[in-house]
């Protein structure tokens, strides 16, 4: 009789024991992106978990961003893509929590930031500048301003690198750069001067980079390889600090400044030495070639908000816009 009684108080104190084992949390960890990464405003950004439970099973997983739910699974590893085109500028919460089947929950949060511009600083003169995204390219939201050497209006050359600041005549370089338009406008630079001035990881846009930019503003096919002025509003869109542009249809289209590219009226220095057009419009270099004087550019001008494309003179020192490397 012992034995048995001994038995049954083993197999009792067995499952006491088993059903007073407390019950292991599921784990939970966002796995991408990593804590405090940047973002562009507009990117799609694809956010990965991953979820096991070492005694039992993972019932389900939940998403939310800013405290907001965006998603549930019970299929793992979870992912989500988190489109960020209508998100406020600064620094949001991802969290992510996962469910046992005892009901038991884990969490694991990062924070991101997504800016509609990041920075980036040149370390030839520590200068940093605005960038943006638009489509699948990142461009500088502002205008170059590297500066090595100035030159007053009266030098130009189709075939060496001149640098010029807006209404200065000198060539000292401190006081170029001491200049209320070197601040606001940045330098012009003649052909020769634009194919090497951007830092490096960056370069002078080609023509076709700039009809991929046109295009995605929403330039039609049919008129992105065309001279002159195209498109509708593409050149409000490109646009921006209203204040400095004289009055026109620019600044009056409804789209003026949309794209955050903040094109500006930076003027030209001209081949007969001259610096013109101030406030009423800019012109920015590609790197492609024409022929053995002229090169391809851009313009955005106060009297239409369209985009011009045409040939000038390597000579002309207008503006530049670099674009990151891929």
């Avoid at 979820?51 to 299929?75: C, K, M, Q």
């Avoid at 988190?82 to 949001?92: I, L, S």
């Avoid at 990041?118 to 200068?127: E, M, Q, Y």
């Avoid at 369209?306 to 674009?323: E, F, N, P």
Wanted: glycine residues 8%; negative net charge; aromatic residues 12%.
């Amino acid at each position: 009789m012992r034995p048995i009684c001994q038995y049954w108080t083993c197999f009792i104190m067995g499952l006491l024991l088993v059903s007073c084992e407390k019950n292991q949390p599921p784990t939970c960890n966002i796995t991408g992106p990593a804590d405090a990464s940047e973002f562009y405003t507009g990117e799609t950004i694809m956010i990965s978990l991953e979820a096991d439970d070492p005694d039992g099973n993972v019932t389900e997983v939940r998403l939310f961003v800013d405290n907001v739910f965006v998603g549930l699974s019970r299929i793992l590893p979870y992912s989500y893509e988190w489109d960020t085109g209508n998100e406020k500028d600064g620094f949001h919460i991802i969290k992510a929590t996962a469910r046992d089947n005892e009901g038991t929950i884990t969490e694991d949060e990062i924070i991101v930031s997504v800016n509609t511009y990041k920075a980036f600083t040149d370390t030839r003169d520590n200068r940093t500048y605005k960038t943006l995204k638009i489509g699948d390219q990142i461009w500088m939201a502002e205008n170059l301003a590297h500066l090595p050497l100035v030159s007053p209006s009266s030098e130009g050359s189709d075939t060496d690198p001149c640098y010029y600041v807006y209404n200065y005549q000198g060539t000292s370089v401190n006081e170029a750069k001491a200049s209320e338009y070197y601040e606001t406008y940045g330098v012009l630079y003649n052909w020769q001067a634009a194919k090497a001035a951007c830092p490096a990881g960056w370069h002078l846009p080609s023509d076709e980079e700039w009809k991929e930019l046109e295009i995605a503003l929403g330039m039609r096919l049919t008129e992105v390889d065309n001279r002159g002025a195209r498109g509708t509003n593409e050149g409000s869109k490109l646009a921006g600090n209203a204040d400095l542009w004289q009055d026109g249809f620019l600044k009056y289209d409804d789209a003026f400044g949309k794209s955050n590219f903040t094109a500006i009226p930076a003027g030209y220095c001209s081949r007969s030495g001259y610096f013109l057009w101030m406030d009423f419009g800019t012109h920015f270099w590609t790197s492609n070639e024409n022929d053995a004087v002229s090169a391809w550019r851009r313009t955005v001008s106060y009297i239409e908000s369209k985009v011009g494309r045409d040939t000038l003179q390597k000579r002309y020192g207008i503006s530049v816009r670099c674009i990151k490397d891929e």
